[in-house]
T-cell receptor, first 115, second 114 residues
Framework: AQTVTQSQPEMSVQEAETVTLSCTYD???????LFWYKQPPSRQMILVIR??????QNATENRFSVNFQKAAKSFSLKISDSQLGDTAMYFC????????????FGAGTILRVKS | NAGVMQNPRHLVRRRGQEARLRCSPM?????VYWYRQLPEEGLKFMVY????????ESGMPKERFSAEFPKEGPSILRIQQVVRGDSAAYFC????????????FGSGTQLSVL
């Protein structure tokens, strides 16, 4: 079974600074998908970024980018120019490419952006 | 284009009562997933449904929990005889097909059992 580990329960960053959230996973699959979701206090789950394991290039979405290290099974999220609105719980998630789109989530990292 | 709609947003039940949680997927989406989030934890998969079919219920507790997604109307997650341990946020997500794509989540239903 796949597992996802987020080793940082809480992180803080100053506004406009850069922060990196860690995620490691365990799988015997060669092809899969990885995601970062953001959950603000409103509780809405918002997709931040998606990475396909067969792609070597790291995914980027505006201020959000990932460092995908397939051999190390590591998938960290970098947030540049942090904004107060980035304050949220961030979840790393794994999906095996089988029928069903079943996501396996990590326990989450609370990120607080300070002014 | 409305997103995934869940209601109610908050639901309070006393022990032994029934809880019914509703989820309307995004327009054009025929695949629905239910996840549960316990306090201080990530979301855990419960069940995956297509219209009128349960495809994967490997995450559903064997007793008291059931789910349906009828041909017409929303998907329903039903919890009978609720206990305090059922208190959690229940999220619904949808997708247009069942293969290798991102899920669109609703805002969840917070169930509190007194």
């Amino acid at each position: 079974a796949q597992t996802v580990t987020q080793s940082q329960p809480e992180m803080s960053v100053q506004e406009a600074e850069t922060v990196t959230l860690s995620c490691t996973y365990d799988t015997s699959e060669n092809n899969y998908y990885l995601f970062w979701y953001k959950q603000p206090p409103s509780r809405q789950m918002i997709l931040v970024i998606r990475q396909e394991a067969y792609k070597q290039q790291n995914a980027t979405e505006n201020r959000f980018s990932v460092n995908f290290q397939k051999a190390a099974k590591s998938f960290s999220l970098k947030i540049s120019d942090s904004q107060l609105g980035d304050t949220a719980m961030y979840f790393c998630a794994f999906m095996k490419p089988s029928y069903g789109n079943k996501l396996v989530f990590g326990a989450g990292t609370i990120l607080r952006v300070k002014s | 284009n409305a997103g995934v709609m869940q209601n109610p947003r908050h639901l309070v039940r006393r022990r032994g009562q029934e809880a019914r949680l509703r989820c309307s997927p995004m327009k054009g989406h025929s695949h629905v997933y239910w996840y549960r989030q316990l306090p201080e934890e990530g979301l855990k998969f419960m069940v995956y449904l297509q219209k009128e079919n349960i495809i994967d219920e490997s995450g559903m507790p064997k007793e008291r929990f059931s789910a349906e997604f009828p041909k017409e109307g929303p998907s329903i997650l039903r919890i009978q005889q609720v206990v305090r341990g059922d208190s959690a946020a229940y999220f619904c997500a949808s997708s247009p097909t069942g293969a290798n794509e991102k899920l669109f989540f609703g805002s969840g239903t917070q169930l509190s059992v007194l």
